[in-house]
């Protein structure tokens, strides 16, 4: 019985690792876990042969409710093994996506093109997870697409919008590797309050879908409404800067031009934020997404239509 419960914490931690930790090979995740790759092979066979391990270490999330006991976590009466564990990956990802942001925004602060390039090195790890993530929905789906778990088919629709986080972090990081010249003290204050504002757009919107927290929209709004008057106040202030700039160089006029990207970028993931508050709406509550784009809403609201 001992060594049952051993075998088991072993799997536990083995398929955590593919769930979370994206490993590439078996080696890697012997060397996670301080085992031999031969036994990594044994615990592996049994879960490729029935298919709940697919090629490049992916869950088939489908197939999990089988082994999902092994875990021993609690989660909702009335939800699906599947989407409880897809739910635990996103949440992984978010996490991620969130400290990408953040490396990328500090290393806009400090110019510090090493952080830049960490960031953008992230980028990877996030285009990984949204790959898995995709990749399992669409199994899960393929066998069995009149399920209750063909509602889930809304995480990859998630896992997509963290991803274009990620690609807007990017944005960011580019900036520092591209740019020899520092943002200036006046623009540096609008970016502060931007990325501050972004990220706990973010964090509220994943928060909102992963836990049901869909009182947090309200906020989330009143947020997006401080984003775009921050964005029109900074690209003034960039619009000026260039009047009153005699311009050397070719490289003195594109700085202005990638710092605009900038601004916008922390825009896209204000407006990004409110797509996942809405698409929690959406699963909770089976509210339909209006298929308005975000900016033309903005626009019908403020001529009063």
Known sequence: MKKKRTKN???????????YENPSTQAEIAK??????????????????????KKAYILDIGKFEEFSKVFGEDKAKDEHPGSFFIKEILRKMSEHVSKQLKNSFESLLKHDEELAQKSLKMDYTTNNMHEKIRSSV???LALNPYSEFSKTLIFA???YDLERIGDHSCTIADFVV?????VGEFI??????MFKLANKML?????????EKLE????????????HKLQKEALNQIAIEMAETKFINKEESTYYISLARVVKAFERIADISIEIVDTASEYYLNIPRTTIPERFRRLESKNGV
């Not at 996670?32 to 391990?53: A, D, E, F, W």
């Not at 591209?178 to 520092?182: F, I």
């Open 138 to 140: 669409e199994t899960a």
């Open 203 to 211: 964090n509220l919107s994943m928060e909102a879908f992963l836990n």
């Open 178 to 182: 591209k740019e020899k010249k520092p």
């Open 157 to 159: 629709e998630i896992a």
């Open 9 to 19: 914490a072993t799997l536990k931690s083995l398929l955590k690792i593919i769930l």
């Open 188 to 193: 540096r204050g609008y970016l502060e309050d």
């Open 216 to 227: 947090f929209k309200n906020k989330i709004m009143r947020f997006e409404d401080r984003m």
């Open 32 to 53: 996670k876990l301080g085992i031999s790759r031969r036994y990594v092979t044994k615990l592996l066979q049994p879960l490729i042969n029935k298919g709940v391990v």
